[in-house]
């Protein structure tokens, strides 16, 4: 059974950072591109970031050099480092794999999703 589990979401001050985790289990997740997406009440799942399997990152304009994504192939586990965090990144996170794109109909697998709380 696939399953890809989220974790590290919390709260934080305005300008803090954190540091989520994405946990693939049931398949080898080596030649997938492992994305985060993110969803604000009332909102859209946005795209926030990828990597694809030969570790090429791309990155929402919005979270652009503030967030930092990368895996562990040999854990099947890839992260989101997001730093310098604004009230608007609150949202809840979701974890994904699939195909190397900024589309969420892309990816195939996804996690339950973890809450991101940003105080001002």
């Known amino acids: 059974q696939v399953q890809l589990v989220e974790s590290g979401g919390g709260l934080v001050q305005a300008g803090g950072s954190l540091r989520l985790s994405c946990d693939a289990s049931g398949r080898t997740f080596s030649d997938l591109a492992m994305g985060w997406f993110r969803q604000a009440p009332g909102k859209e799942r946005a795209f926030v970031a990828t990597?694809?399997?030969?570790?090429?990152?791309a990155y929402a304009p919005s979270v652009k050099g503030r967030f930092t994504i990368s895996r562990d192939n040999a854990k099947n586990t890839h992260y989101l480092q997001m730093n310098a965090l604004k009230p608007e990144d609150a949202a809840v996170y979701y974890c994904?794999?699939?195909?190397?794109?900024?589309?969420?109909?892309?990816?195939?697998?996804w996690g339950q999703g973890t809450q991101v709380t940003v105080s001002s």
């Open positions: 990597i694809s399997a030969n570790s090429y990152a």
């Open positions: 994904a794999a699939g195909v190397y794109s900024v589309r969420a109909q892309d990816y195939d697998y």
